[in-house]
């Protein structure tokens, strides 16, 4: 297998968690990607669904198997209920070697002894909750996505007709697209819709009517509630400070007297808070699929922990890097006519110097740890994945 780059898929899933800075975009990113499991926004081809297929190792990395399951979930399968046999070996080969880095470095994690520290154990604490969604939304996929072979056969040729010279992989996306794309997301309407009206979750309007007029509303002031428990302003104002950056600043708009920002925020938590309290009412914490989920997460915060110390300690980027690069991309710097001084996006420029450079160490780094491990594909099991 080739020398991973970038690693753009497991990056764009999951980014940072709570905690700091770094790790607050990993929050972000993974409530709405958890929440969306099972888009379909991959490829993949209805045909039967083999159990042995998605439970067989695609590949093991030091023991460590990584199966057909988690291989077609990868390349955007929903709960990898159907097989990809569309996808030509090469590119399952590319998604392959992504996953094989992220063992890797969740390893050399573990190696390191970055599982026992008090900032990877609350990082788990924080997203247990979503943990226990992406469990629970995994089960309605497995139980309620169907997709028959005629199906997908006659949306196939509809997208060859609309599209004439489209390759047969091409037509195959587009036919996913089209005919999973609206049962996937009643899927998870319904569930939402199940998991609120079991655990009476609802939203206060009149409570909410008061953020915007009154100066001062209390923080102890209850927004919403999701059986027992309650959702106060307090603790939107909070979530709104996480996701600006650095917490707001001098002559910055107020976010939590925002009343359509604060509602959309009280949505989105009164949703996952739903969800959670759902899925424990479904027995979810400490099944199978929530053990899997879990797995997946401890290896995606050890990896990006260490992703960040490799980046962090060997990553510099200097002042005439960052004029080297304003000058190459001059024509680009412009705004209503006019020339952007440097001084304006300087830090911009700054810090995607950083992350190009970062990535570039964290890459040398994996064909390092490659070096040393010992991994195996089985090359029989991914043309039926």
């Known amino acids: 297998m080739g020398e991973t780059r970038g690693e753009g898929g497991m990056i764009s899933c999951f980014q940072t968690i709570e905690g700091r800075n770094e790790v607050n975009r990993v929050q972000r990113k993974v409530l709405i ?32 198997a990584i199966k057909g399951t988690e291989l077609r ?11 990809v046999v569309e996808i030509p070996v090469e590119r399952k080969k590319e998604a392959l070697d992504q ?28 997203n ?7 469990a629970l939304v995994r089960k309605e996929i497995e139980a309620k996505l169907k997709v028959t072979n005629e199906e997908m056969k006659a949306e196939i040729v509809k997208a060859k007709e609309a599209n004439k010279g489209i390759s047969d992989a091409d037509a195959a996306m587009r036919a996913v697209k089209s005919v999973s794309g609206s049962r996937i997301q009643k899927i998870q309407e319904d ?24 100066e001062n509303v209390p923080d102890n002031v209850v927004l919403a509630s999701v059986g027992d428990e309650k959702i ?32 959309n925020i009280l949505e989105r938590e009164l949703t996952m808070r739903a969800l959670s309290a759902y899925a424990k009412k479904q027995g979810v914490d ?6 899997a989920m879990r797995q997946e997460m401890e290896r995606f915060v050890l990896r990006s922990l260490v992703a960040d110390d490799v980046a962090a ?57 490659r070096k040393k491990a010992k991994i195996t594909v089985n090359d029989a099991v991914l043309p039926k994945v």
Not at 45 to 55: E, L, M, N
Not at 191 to 214: C, F, H, N, S, Y
Not at 318 to 323: F, Q, S
Not at 329 to 358: C, F, W, Y
């Open 33 to 64: 990607l958890l929440l969306a499991a099972g888009s379909a926004g991959g490829v993949f081809v209805a045909g039967c669904a083999s159990k042995d297929v998605r439970q067989e190792a695609v590949a093991t990395v030091n023991g460590d």
């Open 73 to 83: 979930e990868f390349l955007g399968v929903p709960a990898g209920v159907f097989a």
């Open 99 to 126: 996953l094989v880095a992220v063992r890797l470095l969740a390893q050399e994690g573990r190696s390191r002894g970055i599982d026992n520290t008090p900032e990877y154990k609350e990082i788990l604490q924080r």
């Open 128 to 134: 247990d909750q979503v943990v226990r969604i992406k």
């Open 191 to 214: 569930l939402i819709a199940a998991a609120k009206k079991e655990t009476a979750a609802a939203v206060d309007p009149k409570a909410v009517a008061r953020i915007g007029k009154e």
């Open 232 to 263: 106060l302003y307090g603790d939107v104002k909070k979530i709104l400070r996480g996701l600006s950056q650095g917490g707001g600043g001098h002559g910055q708009p107020d976010l939590s007297k925002n009343p359509v920002l604060v509602g």
């Open 286 to 291: 400490g099944s199978e699929g929530y053990k």
């Open 313 to 369: 300690k060997n990553v510099v980027v200097t002042d005439k890097e960052i004029e080297a690069a304003y000058a190459e991309h001059s024509a680009t710097m412009v705004r209503d006519g006019k020339k952007i001084p440097l001084a304006m996006i300087k830090e911009q420029i700054r810090a995607a110097l950083r992350n190009e450079k970062g990535q570039k160490m964290i890459d040398v780094y994996i064909a390092e740890l």
